[in-house]
């Protein structure tokens, strides 16, 4: 049975970092299905923003929606946790979604090269048994 296209997604806040991050983790898990699982969450300093902390992770999971159909959805998620460019211009960055890998297509290359990535990849990588579908998202 075919599951659809590996996708693998970094999700940040730094502002009401926590509570949209929960947010977006309940409604990812909702878009994407039963096959989705995050890592932990990370505090980490911000890059090219003077602001406060973030709080990252990285979720896994399966669609077969297409890449454009997807963008456009985390699109609308970012937009209902209230990002946009005025808040942007004030460094509040309320929900940031970005699709790291969409089947075997790389995105955001830069991104992978940044250290919280690299450590929450590994984290996963070698504990893949640990990683356990959070029914109460």
């Known amino acids: 049975m075919?599951?659809?296209?590996?996708?693998?997604?970094?999700?940040?806040?730094?502002?009401?970092?926590?509570?949209?991050?929960?947010?977006?983790?309940?409604?990812?898990?909702?878009?994407?299905?039963?096959?989705?699982?995050?890592?932990?969450?990370?505090?980490?300093?911000?890059?090219?923003?003077?602001?406060?902390?973030?709080i990252n992770c990285i979720c896994f999971s399966t669609?077969?929606?297409?890449?454009?159909?997807?963008?456009?959805?985390?699109?609308?998620?970012?937009?209902?946790?209230?990002?946009?460019?005025k808040n942007d211009l004030m460094n509040r960055i309320t929900l940031d979604i970005d699709i790291l890998m969409y089947g075997e297509t790389k995105l955001h290359i830069d991104d992978w090269n940044r250290d919280y990535i690299k450590t929450l990849m590994n984290d996963y990588e070698n504990n893949k048994e640990l990683f356990i579908i959070d029914k109460t998202l």
């Open 63 to 85: 669609t077969k929606h297409t890449l454009s159909q997807i963008t456009k959805a985390f699109k609308q998620l970012e937009k209902r946790c209230e990002r946009s460019k």
């Open 2 to 54: 075919d599951k659809g296209t590996r996708i693998i997604v970094s999700i940040g806040s730094n502002f009401n970092a926590k509570e949209n991050i929960t947010l977006a983790k309940r409604k990812l898990a909702f878009m994407l299905g039963n096959d989705t699982v995050f890592t932990k969450e990370m505090w980490t300093d911000p890059i090219g923003i003077e602001s406060e902390k973030f």
